[in-house]
Each structure stands twice: as C-alpha cells, then as structure tokens.
C-alpha cells in the first residue's frame, strides 16, 4: 500500500513539476496566452510582487506601475491595484519586529529612536482614507514632451491608511521653535547601488507635518502596506505630490531650512515659479517646489470604449479629489464643452480621502461620444479642457478626464 | 478468477489504453498548435511569419528587437549596450525628445547618476534616440486615441 501511495505521489509532483514548466515556457509567454486560459498571467514570474498583472507597467527599473481607471472604481483602491512609483530600488530584507525609525535634524531637542512596536503602542492609531497622486501624473500629455515616466491617468489611489499622526509622534520627540521642514529617509537603494547616495530623500513644511491628515503609517485597507508601497512603514501626506510621502522610512529629520536631501533641488517635483512658454528652459533658481496637487477627477465607470442602445440610459461615476478643503461640484459634458451638467456628488470622510460622484446619461442620437468630466474645489478652482501650464518636468496636469462612447440603434 | 472474470477485465483495460492513446494524441496536438500559435503574427493581419525565420521571429520583428522593446535601426546596438547596463529600455522607448533633449538627459545622468562620459559612441547614441525616439507634436491636447480603443457591448449593471 505504501509503494502504491509514493508512486501516486512520485506521479502526482512529476505532473505539478511540467505544469509550472509549462506555464514558464519562453513560447507560451509570447502568444496570446490569456485569449486561452484567462488568468493564466498570475502564474507568470515578472509580476510586481504583492501586485496585480492588470497594472500598466511604465519602467521595470526602477519599477513603475500604473493603474488602469476602470479598476479605480471604488471608495478604497485595493492593496494590489494601488500604483507604484519607485525611484530607486526597494529593500529586500525587512526586520519589521526590530524596524527602528530615528528622528533628528537641527531642530529636534533631542534626537530619538523608536521601534515600529513602541509607535504602534504609545501613540492614538488612527484610520484615515488618504488620496495619494504621483505629481507627474498625465505627464504622457505634454507636448514638447516632458522627460520622466510617462504616466496616462491612473498614477493615483485612495487607501485607508492606519499608522500615528505625525503631530504626536513630533510633541513626543520635542520640536525647536525654529523648525521648517520635515525630511525622510528610506531604506531603498540608489539604482547605481551605491550605498553613499540615496535614490529620493523628500518631505513637507512643518505645518504640513503637523496637519490633522499627516500620517506616519504601517496598515493599507487593513493589511500590512504592500512592500512596494512602502513595507513596513511610509509617511502619508495628501493633497502634495506622493513622492512626499516617504516609503521604507527609517529616518526623519526636522529642519531648520527646506530639506535638501535627494530630488528636493533641482528641477525634481518643481514646477517654474512663473508661467512659462511651452519648450521653454527654465533655471533652476526659477523652479519652485510643488506644495499642492490641484483639483482632478477621473472617470472609473464604464470602461472607455462601452457600445450602448440609444433607449438605455448610461450609469457614470468616478472620483474627485484635491487638496484644497473639498470638491464642490463635478460636472460632465457629451459634448465637448457645450453643455456642461451637474452629477451627484457625495461627501468624503476627512479631508484628503477622494469623492464619489455619479449620474446616468441619456444620448439625443446614435453616434461616438465622449464623456468629459470636471470637478470644482472650494477653492474655486476647476479642471481645464487642455492642458494646464506647460513646465519642463510634465507636472500637475489636471486636464479633464475622458472616455469614449458608442451608441447604436435599438 | 472466472473466465468471465478475466474477459471484463481485459475489456477493461483495452477501454482505459484506448483512451490513453486518445488523450496522449490529444495532448501531443494541443501542444503542436501552442508552438505553431505562438509563431504565428501577433497583430492580427500582419504579414505571416513561417517557422524558416525563427531566428527573426526570437529577436526582431517588424523592425523592433523585441526582448527590449527597441527599434533596431541603426546605432541600436551601441545604445543597448551603453543604456541598458544601468536601466530599462522603457525609460528610453517612453520618452520623445529632439537630440538637444537626449543630449541634456545624458548630461543629467552624468551630473545626478554616475554615467561616464561616453566618448565617441555619445554621438552615435543620441542620433539613434533623436532618430527613432521623436517629439511628435500633439497640440494642446492630444486626441483620444480611438485605434487603441477596445470597443465592447456594456451589460447594464441594473
């Protein structure tokens, strides 16, 4: 009986052991394998760890990944469809019982360390849904064309974090009268593997830091942050450009001048203090640091390209978000601007965490359209048809979100 | 054992190798045209590639070398080995730029990144990148680009 059990056992691995062959051939991964056996592209071994295959992927070093808009449709943006924007290399071997994070600078009292288990059990935990965007978003649209990642739409997400607020954490360490700016460490690497330099080394104006939505977080959606997002500890900053929000954090420095650490200076995450001509060279000292993410909004429902009857009346939504206090209107238009209507808007939680909006639209006549969409912040500020200022690193483009419709007869 | 016995069980065992020899056939078939599939054009209506150029079929297609995404004109070779020793072919097939733009990128690799100088090969890289690697103008907005459209019926939700 045991002979027989071990043989069917030897035959059983031996099958498994050609199937994980199989699925790994060269040739298979070429043609369209997904037409065949949908889902099969799980299987496959250059998926971003902890991600879905379903992300566009813009560079894979460092890697870059976005998220298509139709799969944003929901309050919270899952763990494994969040985008990815890395600038160096993430960390492989991650102690999180022992992850320490140190905070120093010039304008602490005194430097302090703590453990990821020491933050978890002094300071209030808190939840918050936070809407994180990469500043060159929609860079892909600039023309001249701007040098970077050429992000489409989806380099954008609303999770609920869990970590501390910042402003507890700095009460405890002891903050100088004179402090500016908070700055981040992490423990990625430079691409050049270089240990001496850091791949990016951000952060935000004290006041920022000390903002009720300022979070130093170790939970995504209720589960640990994925490693690309940061495992086992970020910082989460709304309404600035997501390359504030630092990942793998392991230092903080408060300031007495505006952190100068790796892509604060420069032309990184600086757009020209002044507008500029489209092409135009800028120097550096004329380049200023983006402190705000302006008011956007994306269609996440239908998937662009839907073929509709004229008789059925079509459901739309999607998310608005910016970082002044909140949305106050969005509006959408089937004809290029003519007409603009208003959609139901819907409140968020906290500040920061983006709003749903929905309508259902009716079409006077067969055709393709194009649903545009527009949002309006308490500001006053609104999205523009074409492209906002031109500046040489293809930021904080806002322009509306559109997708295209098809409507027959019946 | 009965000779009926030994009947039914001879029947048995010539119904399971027939069907053994059935599903090995099939299996052997489906494999055959997975291979044959996979050399088979990707896009639909490009011209048939045959299993002669296989070679070509592995390495170049349609003027792209196709494990880096690059175009494989000239001065590809140079620039694969200079620019893929430290990043994606990505970061070069996504962005478009005039020579003077590569030029600054290479400055600011060489300023910000540890890129050495490239010698004589920089000018025949940055004239393969202002080659095959362009601004194309798109205007203040550029359209929807309704060829990359995937058009499908939506089942209403309600």
């Known amino acids: ?410 | 054992m009965t000779n009926q016995d030994s009947i039914t069980l001879l029947k048995k065992i010539r119904t399971r190798i027939v069907w053994i020899k059935v599903s090995f056939t099939a299996l052997l078939l489906i494999l055959v045209f997975l291979v044959v599939e996979s050399y088979l054009p990707y896009e639909p209506g490009t011209p048939h590639t045959t299993l002669k150029n296989k070679e070509n079929t592995f390495e170049i297609q349609n003027g792209i070398h196709i494990p880096t995404g690059l175009n494989a004109g000239s001065g590809f070779e140079t620039t694969k080995s200079v620019c893929l020793a430290c990043h994606s072919a990505k970061l070069i097939t996504q962005n478009r730029a005039t020579a003077e733009g590569w030029k600054e990128m290479i400055v600011w690799m060489q300023e910000t990144q540890g890129l050495p100088d490239l010698g004589d090969k920089e000018e025949e890289i940055i004239n393969y990148l202002a080659t095959y690697y362009a601004p194309i103008k798109s205007g203040r907005r550029p359209l929807l680009d309704t060829s990359e459209i995937e058009w499908y019926t939506l089942n209403m939700e309600e």
Request: proline share 7%; glycine share 8%.
């Open chain 1, 1 to 410: 009986m045991k002979n027989k059990s071990s043989r069917r056992q030897f035959i059983l691995k031996a099958c498994l052991l050609h199937l994980v062959y199989f699925l790994d051939m060269p040739w298979l991964k070429r043609m369209k394998a997904e037409k065949y056996f949908p889902g099969w592209k799980k299987f496959q071994n250059n998926v971003i760890p902890g991600k879905s295959s379903d992300l566009i992927v813009l560079n894979d070093r460092p890697l870059n990944a976005e998220t298509p808009p139709h799969l944003l449709d929901g309050d919270l943006t899952p763990n494994e469809l969040f985008f990815v924007r890395n600038n160096g290399i993430p960390p492989t071997t991650i102690d999180k019982e022992n992850w320490i994070v140190e905070i120093s600078g010039e304008s602490v009292i005194e430097s302090k360390k703590y453990t990821l288990i020491e933050l978890q059990q002094k300071f209030p935990k808190v939840t918050l849904p936070i809407t994180l965007e990469c500043g060159g978003n929609g860079r892909s649209e600039f023309n001249p064309p701007a040098k970077g990642n050429q992000w489409k739409v989806g380099a954008v997400g609303c999770a609920a974090w869990t970590g501390i607020r910042l402003r507890d954490l700095l009460e405890d360490v002891g903050i100088k009268q004179d402090a500016v700016y908070l700055g981040y460490y992490g423990k990625d690497q430079h691409l050049s593997g270089d240990p001496n330099k850091n791949s990016i080394s951000r952060g935000v104006p004290i006041e920022k830091a000390m903002e009720n939505e300022s979070l130093l977080a170790w939970s995504m959606n209720g589960k640990d942050l994925p490693l690309m997002n940061g495992y086992p500890l970020r910082l989460v900053f709304g309404g600035y450009p997501a390359s504030a929000s630092g990942k793998w954090v392991h230092k903080i420095v408060i300031r007495n001048r505006i952190h100068d650490g790796a892509k604060m200076e420069g032309q990184s995450y600086r757009v020209p203090c002044n507008p500029v001509a489209p092409g135009s060279k800028v120097a550096e000292e004329d380049m200023c640091i983006i402190e705000k993410m302006p008011v956007k909004s994306l269609i996440t429902y239908p998937k662009s390209g839907a073929t509709i009857l004229l008789k059925q009346k079509l459901p739309v939504r999607g998310y608005a978000w910016t970082a002044a206090r909140n949305i106050q209107k969005v509006e959408y238009s089937i004809d290029f601007g003519q007409t603009w209507i208003l959609a139901k808007l819907f409140p968020a939680e906290n500040r920061y965490a983006w709003q749903k909006f929905s309508t259902r639209i009716s079409f006077p006549k067969k055709g393709y359209y194009e649903i545009w969409a527009r949002a309006t912040d308490s500001d006053g500020l609104s999205q523009p048809m074409l492209l906002p200022g031109w500046n040489p690193k293809g930021y904080l483009n806002n322009a509306c979100h559109r997708i295209a419709i098809k409507v027959v007869n019946g």
